[in-house]
């Protein structure tokens, strides 16, 4: 009994590792299989289990490299809100005219996709209270409820913390500058950002 416990333990900081790997890689992995049509995240997901085991998939609003807000398809994208998803994708229309090209890295994530991401910022920051400045509990995540977006690279970071207002996006962490919400009017000022180390 107690050894399974354990076991299980470590399959967890297997999966929590793994996912860490599979979020830092680029492209390359996941334009491994060049020509089949059965992708390896399908392979896992055909099982009919509707709560799978695996990491996080597609399903959970895991995003592919240089996801458009137009990205529709996907369900990271497509369970945003929906005012939240019209603003990103006006800002990212005009930001390319500036000659940025941003990515959506995160929008809507199922709670699944949450708690594993909190759990490895656990393994990553040492303490669920360290972690939490970073990650927010699957109750309280603006992205479970497809409220909140992640932008990159810095440049568009950047572009939107400058212009994202006139959409009625603002930058809302102080330690994060990736992180948008739709929290003003179109062409409104930004609330205070909320710093969650105090
Ligand atoms: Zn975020």
């Given at each position: 009994m107690v050894t399974s416990r354990i076991l299980a333990g470590f399959a967890m900081v297997a999966v929590v590792i793994g996912l860490a790997v599979t979020a830092c890689t680029t492209g390359a992995a996941r334009s491994e299989p060049p020509s089949t049509h059965s992708a390896p995240s399908k392979t896992t997901s055909t099982s009919a289990v509707p709560t799978h085991k695996g990491p996080p998939n597609a399903e959970d609003g895991v995003l592919p490299d240089h996801?458009?807000?137009?990205?529709?398809?996907?369900?990271?994208?497509?369970?945003?809100?929906?005012?939240?998803?019209?603003?990103?994708?006006?800002?990212?229309?005009?930001?390319?005219?500036?000659?940025?090209?941003?990515?959506?890295?995160?929008?809507?994530?199922?709670?699944?996709?949450?708690?594993?991401l909190l759990e490895k910022a656990i393994l990553r920051y040492g303490s669920r209270k360290k972690a939490l400045e970073?990650?927010?509990?699957?109750?309280?995540?603006h992205h479970v409820t497809?409220?909140?977006?992640?932008?990159?690279?810095?440049?568009?970071?950047?572009?939107?913390e400058r212009k994202g207002n006139r959409y009625g996006l603002c930058r809302t962490y102080t330690n994060e500058i990736w992180h948008f919400e739709l929290v003003t009017t179109p062409g409104g000022s930004c609330p205070p950002m909320i710093d969650p180390t105090r």
């Open positions: 996801t458009s807000a137009y990205d529709t398809d996907l369900p990271g994208i497509a369970k945003l809100d929906p005012a939240l998803r019209k603003a990103v994708q006006e800002a990212e229309t005009a930001m390319r005219a500036d000659g940025i090209r941003m990515q959506v890295t995160t929008g809507w994530r199922s709670k699944k996709y949450q708690e594993e970073y990650v927010a509990e699957p109750n309280e995540s497809g409220h909140a977006v992640d932008i990159g690279p810095a440049a568009a970071d950047h572009w939107l």
